[in-house]
């Protein structure tokens, strides 16, 4: 009788998981089956999650303003306060505005390059700013609301995109997809602040560096959608990663024309399914023609995604 055949298992160093940020990325990439599809589908789709962004702001915040507990970390900057709370907050509140100017920013970075680090560490640093650190002035939000509020932000996406009226069911299922990873693996990087898994190589991990918000390492990485893009590729040394890349794969070959299709239809408060939005303007199609981008030193070593074993 022949022997049993030994399996085949990759090896994780669990020191690294917690002290090193690429070997995460490297780990969630390849066992979330994060692959070139996925990128492909991102940047195929960034221009229909961009035309959501305003009305997902809107969405998440007036969802925020209905508790008591969420709504008390714009006032004191901690969601553990157990004070009163000003109820003349509204949407319109200055310190309402001024956050929805940087969750306009957070939901135009995910609109970038996932292939290159920077993505991921500035994902990283979103969730070590709530929990008190890499910050002049502290934000403590527990996770219970930041898990949440992720998932409804992925509730919200998710209608939107299924609900477009043109876009074919094979691309609609491959970006609902795509996000979906990609918001998991920021649910793991805001857990990896609050659980205590790992606390016994804390020595070992680098001390947050305090920076501005919207910066990583000393560079402006986040833009709200406000800036003309001549001014957004000044600050961060090129235009959106997405820019003429949108019909290229990632082996540079360029598949096959499909139909210009309009962006998806706003998602509204209210909870109904969205009606059809009217045909896209020029500037929301996808490029006539692509170009190959250049080789980038920032992407992650070996290969841009990793590949399960």
């Avoid at 070139?36 to 229909?48: M, P, T, V």
């Avoid at 299709?261 to 939005?277: F, I, L």
Wanted: proline share 8%.
């Amino acid at each position: 009788m022949a022997p049993p055949q030994r399996r085949i298992m990759q090896h994780i160093d669990r020191k690294e998981l917690y002290t090193n940020l690429e070997t995460r990325i490297h780990y969630l990439h390849s066992f979330l089956d994060f692959s070139s599809n996925d990128i492909e589908a991102l940047i195929s789709g960034s221009k229909y999650i961009k035309a959501l962004i305003p009305a997902i702001v809107n969405i998440v915040y007036k969802k925020l303003l209905q508790y008591d507990i969420t709504a008390r970390a714009f006032e004191t900057r901690s969601t553990s306060y157990e004070g009163p709370v000003d109820l003349s907050l509204t949407e319109d509140s200055p310190q309402i505005l001024y956050r929805k100017m940087f969750l306009r920013g957070y939901l135009n970075k995910l609109c970038s390059d996932p292939s290159r680090m920077e993505f991921w560490e500035y994902l990283d640093k979103v969730g070590m700013m709530h929990v008190g650190r890499g910050r002049t002035h502290p934000l403590h939000v527990e996770y219970v609301h930041i898990g949440v509020t992720l998932s409804f932000i992925q509730d919200v996406l998710t209608e939107a995109l299924l609900s477009h009226p043109r876009l074919q069911m094979s691309r609609k299922i491959a970006l609902v997809k795509a996000l979906g990873k990609v918001i998991w693996i920021q649910n793991d990087l805001f857990a990896k602040w609050y659980v205590r898994d790992g606390d016994e190589f804390a020595e070992d991990i680098k001390v947050p560096e305090v920076e501005r918000e919207g910066y990583l390492h000393g560079k402006k990485v986040v833009h709200d959608g406000s800036e003309s893009e001549s001014e957004a590729e000044s600050e961060t040394g090129g235009g959106c990663p997405f820019k003429g890349m949108a019909r290229m794969n990632l082996s540079g070959d360029a598949p096959a024309r499909r139909p210009k299709e309009s962006p998806p239809p706003v998602p509204q408060s209210t909870g109904k399914t969205p009606e059809p939005a009217a045909a896209s303007s020029p500037e929301a199609q996808l490029p006539a023609s692509p170009s190959t981008p250049s080789p980038n030193p920032n992407r992650l070593s070996g290969s841009a995604i990793p590949r399960p074993v």
